[in-house]
T-cell receptor
Framework: TQLLEQSPQFLSIQEGENLTVYCNSS?????LQWYRQEPGEGPVLLVT?????EVKKLKRLTFQFGDARKDSSLHITAAQTGDTGLYLC???????????FGKGTTLSVSS | ETGVTQTPRHLVMGMTNKKSLKCEQH?????MYWYKQSAKKPLELMFV???????ENNSVPSRFSPECPNSSHLFLHLHTLQPEDSALYLC??????????????FGPGTRLTVL
């Protein structure tokens, strides 16, 4: 069974701080997606990484896919209160198979 | 606005009630999904429909019954639920061509409470 472990489970920081959250597995994924979910809403896709070692930047967010395609990280620079939410990673196996989701990291950014 | 809508947004029901959740996608996708999201657990995939045919059923109890009348609509019929079925039920859609990962777009969810 493929599993995705996310860490930390909870993170509470001040506005302006930097942070990194991690998504790890013993399995290889063909791609990995990051979602953010706000209270009372569904997850919203932020980015998809496909190539081992790939780095993608989305404004203050930097996503990296591990060389072996087993892990990924999300780094946020100068966090803002609007970054508050649940960050989920999801891995895709072979083409056509269902996504595997981690439990998520709950981020709280206070002013 | 993600292009996937769900109704109702909140539902409270007794264990003997029968109710249905509705999902509609406006993205022209050909695959739709039901997920269950409980506290402290990963999203649990319940059902997958591709081209209106059920392609995955992940050992979901028969008190949950999905229906996909066309590629834009998905229902989850509920009957004789248990309190542990209380959760956020999320619908998602994707364009599935069998060759690329399924990039899924989620609806806002229905918060279900079973008394």
């Amino acid at each position: 069974t493929q599993l995705l472990e996310q860490s930390p489970q909870f993170l509470s920081i001040q506005e302006g701080e930097n942070l990194t959250v991690y998504c790890n597995s013993s399995s290889v994924f063909s791609s990995l997606q990051w979602y953010r979910q706000e209270p009372g809403e569904g997850p919203v896709l932020l980015v998809t990484v496909v190539t081992g070692g790939e780095v993608k930047k989305l404004k203050r967010l930097t996503f990296q896919f591990g060389d072996a395609r087993k892990d990924s990280s999300l780094h946020i620079t100068a966090a803002q209160t609007g970054d508050t939410g649940l960050y989920l990673c999801a891995g895709a196996g072979q083409a056509g198979t269902a996504l595997i989701f981690g439990k998520g990291t709950t981020l709280s950014v206070s002013s | 606005e993600t292009g996937v809508t769900q109704t109702p947004r909140h539902l409270v029901m007794g264990m003997t009630n029968k109710k249905s959740l509705k999902c509609e996608q406006h993205l022209g996708h050909n695959a739709m999904y039901w997920y269950k999201q409980s506290a402290k657990k990963p999203l649990e995939l319940m059902f997958v429909y591709s081209l209106e045919e059920r392609v995955e059923n992940n050992s979901v109890p028969s008190r949950f019954s999905p229906e996909c009348p066309n590629s834009s609509h998905l229902f989850l019929h509920l009957h004789t639920l248990q309190p542990e079925d209380s959760a956020l039920y999320l619908c998602a859609s994707s364009q599935d061509n069998g060759a690329t990962p399924r990039f899924q777009y989620f609806g806002p969810g229905t918060r279900l409470t079973v008394l």
